[in-house]
């Protein structure tokens, strides 16, 4: 299959995904999960991504090797061609442009090139330094610092002021820094000729020669493939009117990072001697340019990314300081604006992508102390979900990101540590996926001891893709998960509910996630903290008023989180056989007191009671306790029929009852272990129930 069809196939296999994310109506957070690797070992840790929308390939410019490699994500090989290698011996970025397919490589300047050069353990005689095969005079083994650099300025290659000696140690190592007319240049090693030294006899005279920073001029070239749809080589585009480095205000002093202008096809730079960046139209002509605020004093942090949004908005990303954390600004096309986003909460970030079709800012990382790369995907200025990626401890914090907007992957290129191999480098490829989200659990009802039924809710996208679910639960904080049965979701587009059943301990604390699976993708929602709810307390019940053919029966419970409802069960045995309307007490963690009032009871007759109190849990039952009626009145007979019961004002806080017949007007009270007659207070109306802590 050609490359052409191969990418027509997975776009069609992706239709109803993007239709649902390029529409808008996606709902919820959408995040990325890890599904493979490519590129192992073809390329060192300072390397840019891009990638060509229309085919697929991703492009790697890769500071450790000349020219730009292209990779088939999907092949799993090597590069499928490498370009530009006569003209890019070190690329340090990549961009493409996706209206036409076109590659703009850049490469950084640096002003001053060092090198470090000498000759160890000479205890006589001369050496000479060589730069381009011409050789200086010589150089006695102990020579000072003005004599070497008076040798070096003899050079035709080098002209006075053109060199500066960094560091010097007699008999030992130099350090050279390039300047002058040698600034922003790549100068060839500078070589050691030690014939002419002599050596103690015991150690013999060695050499060193290494180039500590190379100087650049910097530049950009564009190159342009000979197919769009299915390219085999990229060529030189002659025809670009490159920006050119310079310190005119239509030249760029010292080349930094690039990005491409999404919306007009505009080549930014970053400036970095001037601090701004500098807008470039596709046929190379100066637009204009936008100052760059310097970070704060005492923040040393530097930009290391730079992107344009379809918004034309610009985000620049500061890498961490001494004591700094990441930063994202964004501006406006203009420059205007500066605020920060996701404040606090990057880590140590290393690059930027965007997802046009969600307005999420993706945010490539790696921890502080270096371990686990990731990415965090912002929304609204907030980071909304982190995903980690594999990956140990390394000697440096990398983690370059591109995305196809296309497929909607994301590609991140790591180092990784293969045991006997040490660090490879490698591209993460990640797809998107739905972030579940996780609700608390509906209680279904009790089974009358000491657990209940539950039903586990939650929400998900399948992006148009086959998905299951299931709901992982822990009662031991995460120590073990128990799991759910594995449910489809379907293949939909949009969000469905995500449900399962099960049985739960009460007054437990639970934890709560839920995971998704759409093929090898996996996603889990965070977790969620839930303690499922108690049986409610019967504390006490009595009497609260007691007449021969009525009383008022009274109780303390304590309520849970779910509504309750309490009544008295009544009679003349245990068997009870009469019963109070139910009566709804709310819901609350807190000591509540209600009374029901029940009437139709029979003069000098003893009646067995008790509270009951019912959540959705469960029903507590209180202990039996008895009352005895007393006598009728002398004003009137004794009630017939059977007894009856109604609801009743709240009470004052219960006592028990005991029968004594009063005079009229009295009451019988329990005063101080003793049942005495008072007089009767004027009565008021009273709540049908009220809460007390």
């Given at each position: 299959?050609?490359?052409?069809?191969?990418?027509?196939?997975?776009?069609?296999?992706?239709?109803?995904?993007?239709?649902?994310?390029?529409?808008?109506?996606?709902?919820?957070?959408?995040?990325?999960?890890?599904?493979?690797?490519?590129?192992?070992?073809?390329?060192?840790?300072?390397?840019?991504?891009?990638?060509?929308?229309?085919?697929?390939?991703?492009?790697?410019?890769?500071?450790?090797?000349?020219?730009?490699?292209?990779?088939?994500?999907?092949?799993?090989?090597?590069?499928?061609?490498?370009?530009?290698?006569?003209?890019?011996?070190?690329?340090?970025?990549?961009?493409?442009?996706?209206?036409?397919?076109?590659?703009?490589?850049?490469?950084?300047?640096?002003?001053?090139?060092?090198?470090?050069?000498?000759a160890?353990?000479?205890?006589?005689?001369?050496?000479?330094?060589?730069?381009?095969?011409?050789?200086?005079?010589?150089?006695?083994?102990?020579?000072?610092?003005?004599?070497?650099?008076?040798?070096?300025?003899?050079?035709?290659?080098?002209?006075?002021?053109?060199?500066?000696?960094?560091f010097?140690?007699?008999?030992?190592?130099?350090?050279?820094?390039?300047?002058?007319?040698?600034?922003?240049?790549?100068?060839?090693?500078?070589?050691?000729?030690?014939?002419?030294?002599?050596?103690?006899?015991?150690?013999?005279?060695?050499?060193?020669?290494?180039?500590?920073?190379?100087?650049?001029?910097?530049?950009?070239?564009?190159?342009?493939?000979?197919?769009?749809?299915?390219?085999?080589?990229?060529?030189?585009?002659?025809?670009?009117?490159?920006?050119?480095r310079?310190?005119?205000?239509?030249?760029?002093s010292?080349?930094?990072?690039?990005?491409?202008?999404?919306?007009?096809?505009?080549?930014?730079?970053?400036?970095?001697?001037?601090?701004?960046i500098?807008?470039?139209a596709?046929?190379?002509?100066?637009?204009?340019?936008?100052?760059?605020?310097?970070?704060?004093?005492?923040?040393?942090?530097?930009?290391?990314?730079?992107?344009?949004?379809?918004?034309?908005?610009?985000y620049?990303?500061?890498?961490?300081?001494?004591?700094?954390?990441?930063?994202?600004?964004?501006?406006?096309?203009?420059?205007?604006?500066?605020?920060?986003?996701?404040?606090?909460?990057?880590?140590?970030?290393?690059?930027?992508?965007?997802?046009?079709?969600?307005?999420?800012?993706?945010?490539?990382?790696?921890?502080?102390?270096y371990?686990?790369?990731?990415?965090?995907?912002?929304e609204?200025?907030?980071?909304?979900?982190?995903?980690?990626?594999?990956?140990?401890?390394?000697?440096?914090?990398y983690?370059?990101?591109?995305?196809?907007?296309?497929?909607?992957?994301?590609?991140?290129?790591?180092?990784?540590?293969?045991?006997?191999?040490?660090?490879?480098?490698?591209?993460?490829?990640?797809?998107?996926?739905?972030?579940?989200?996780?609700?608390?659990?509906?209680?279904?009802?009790?089974?009358?001891?000491?657990?209940?039924?539950?039903?586990?809710?939650?929400?998900?996208?399948?992006l148009?893709?086959?998905?299951?679910y299931?709901?992982?639960y822990?009662?031991?904080?995460?120590?073990?998960?128990?799991?759910s049965?594995?449910?489809?979701?379907?293949s939909?587009?949009?969000?469905?509910?995500?449900?399962?059943?099960?049985?739960?301990?009460?007054?437990?604390?639970?934890?709560?996630?839920?995971?998704?699976?759409?093929?090898?993708?996996?996603?889990?929602?965070?977790?969620?903290?839930?303690?499922?709810?108690?049986?409610?307390?019967?504390r006490?019940?009595?009497?609260?008023?007691l007449?021969?053919?009525?009383?008022?029966?009274?109780?303390?419970?304590?309520?849970?989180?779910?509504?309750?409802?309490?009544?008295?069960?009544?009679?003349?045995?245990?068997?009870?056989?009469?019963?109070?309307?139910?009566?709804?007490?709310?819901?609350?963690?807190?000591?509540?007191?209600?009374?029901?009032?029940?009437?139709?009871?029979?003069?000098?007759?003893?009646?067995?009671?008790?509270?009951?109190?019912?959540?959705?849990?469960?029903?507590?039952?209180?202990?039996?306790g008895?009352?005895?009626?007393?006598?009728?009145?002398e004003?009137?007979?004794?009630?017939?029929?059977?007894p009856?019961?109604?609801?009743?004002?709240?009470?004052?806080?219960?006592?028990?009852?005991?029968p004594?017949?009063?005079?009229?007007?009295?009451?019988?009270?329990?005063?101080?272990g003793?049942?005495?007659?008072v007089?009767?207070?004027?009565?008021?109306?009273?709540?049908?129930?009220?809460?007390?802590?």
């Amino acid at each position: 299959m050609s490359k052409a069809l191969h990418r027509f196939a997975l776009l069609v296999s992706l239709a109803a995904l993007l239709t649902v994310l390029a529409s808008g109506t996606a709902q919820g957070a959408v995040s990325f999960a890890n599904t493979g690797e490519f590129g192992t070992r073809d390329f060192s840790a300072q390397s840019a991504l891009a990638v060509d929308e229309a085919t697929g390939n991703v492009f790697v410019a890769d500071l450790g090797s000349p020219g730009v490699k292209v990779y088939d994500p999907d092949a799993g090989a090597g590069p499928l061609l490498t370009f530009g290698a006569a003209d890019l011996p070190a690329p340090d970025d990549v961009a493409v442009d996706q209206s036409d397919g076109s590659v703009y490589v850049g490469e950084h300047s640096t002003r001053t090139e060092v090198q470090e050069v000498g000759a160890v353990f000479a205890v006589g005689g001369t050496y000479r330094l060589e730069l381009a095969g011409e050789k200086t005079v010589p150089i006695p083994y102990d020579a000072g610092e003005e004599v070497v650099l008076a040798a070096l300025e003899g050079l035709s290659s080098i002209g006075p002021g053109d060199v500066d000696i960094v560091f010097f140690a007699p008999g030992g190592v130099i350090d050279l820094a390039f300047k002058g007319a040698l600034a922003f240049t790549n100068v060839d090693q500078v070589e050691v000729d030690a014939s002419g030294l002599q050596d103690d006899g015991a150690n013999p005279v060695f050499t060193i020669v290494t180039t500590l920073a190379d100087g650049a001029r910097g530049g950009v070239d564009r190159f342009v493939p000979d197919v769009r749809s299915d390219p085999t080589s990229y060529s030189k585009d002659l025809s670009y009117d490159a920006p050119a480095r310079g310190d005119q205000p239509d030249q760029v002093s010292s080349f930094g990072l690039m990005t491409l202008d999404p919306v007009s096809g505009d080549l930014l730079i970053l400036d970095t001697e001037r601090s701004r960046i500098d807008r470039f139209a596709p046929n190379g002509e100066f637009i204009g340019a936008v100052e760059v605020s310097p970070p704060p004093a005492g923040d040393f942090s530097v930009i290391s990314d730079l992107l344009v949004a379809p918004s034309r908005e610009i985000y620049l990303l500061r890498t961490p300081g001494a004591e700094t954390g990441a930063k994202v600004e964004k501006l406006s096309a203009s420059g205007a604006g500066g605020g920060e986003i996701a404040a606090g909460q990057l880590d140590d970030a290393t690059s930027l992508a965007f997802d046009p079709r969600l307005d999420h800012l993706i945010v490539g990382w790696a921890f502080p102390n270096y371990e686990h790369p990731g990415v965090s995907i912002v929304e609204g200025g907030q980071v909304i979900d982190r995903v980690e990626l594999p990956g140990l401890r390394i000697p440096l914090a990398y983690n370059q990101v591109a995305l196809d907007g296309a497929s909607g992957r994301l590609y991140a290129g790591t180092l990784i540590e293969t045991p006997g191999l040490g660090w490879q480098s490698t591209i993460q490829t990640l797809e998107p996926i739905f972030i579940p989200e996780v609700s608390a659990p509906t209680v279904l009802g009790g089974s009358g001891g000491t657990s209940a039924a539950f039903r586990f809710n939650g929400t998900l996208d399948p992006l148009g893709r086959a998905t299951t679910y299931h709901f992982e639960y822990s009662t031991d904080e995460g120590a073990t998960w128990a799991q759910s049965p594995e449910l489809s979701a379907g293949s939909g587009q949009g969000q469905v509910p995500a449900n399962a059943e099960v049985s739960l301990s009460l007054d437990t604390k639970v934890q709560l996630r839920l995971v998704i699976a759409s093929g090898a993708l996996t996603k889990t929602s965070k977790t969620l903290p839930y303690t499922t709810p108690a049986l409610p307390e019967v504390r006490a019940a009595g009497v609260d008023r007691l007449e021969p053919s009525a009383a008022t029966l009274s109780g303390v419970i304590r309520r849970t989180a779910l509504p309750t409802s309490i009544h008295f069960e009544f009679g003349t045995s245990p068997a009870y056989g009469s019963r109070t309307p139910e009566l709804a007490i709310g819901a609350g963690e807190d000591l509540h007191t209600a009374a029901q009032e029940i009437s139709g009871l029979s003069p000098q007759t003893t009646y067995h009671y008790r509270l009951v109190a019912e959540n959705a849990v469960g029903v507590t039952v209180g202990v039996d306790g008895t009352f005895t009626t007393p006598p009728a009145l002398e004003s009137g007979g004794a009630p017939s029929g059977a007894p009856s019961a109604s609801p009743s004002p709240s009470p004052s806080p219960p006592v028990s009852a005991a029968p004594k017949r009063c005079a009229k007007g009295t009451k019988a009270r329990r005063q101080k272990g003793k049942v005495r007659c008072v007089r009767q207070k004027p009565k008021k109306s009273k709540q049908r129930s009220q809460g007390r802590r």
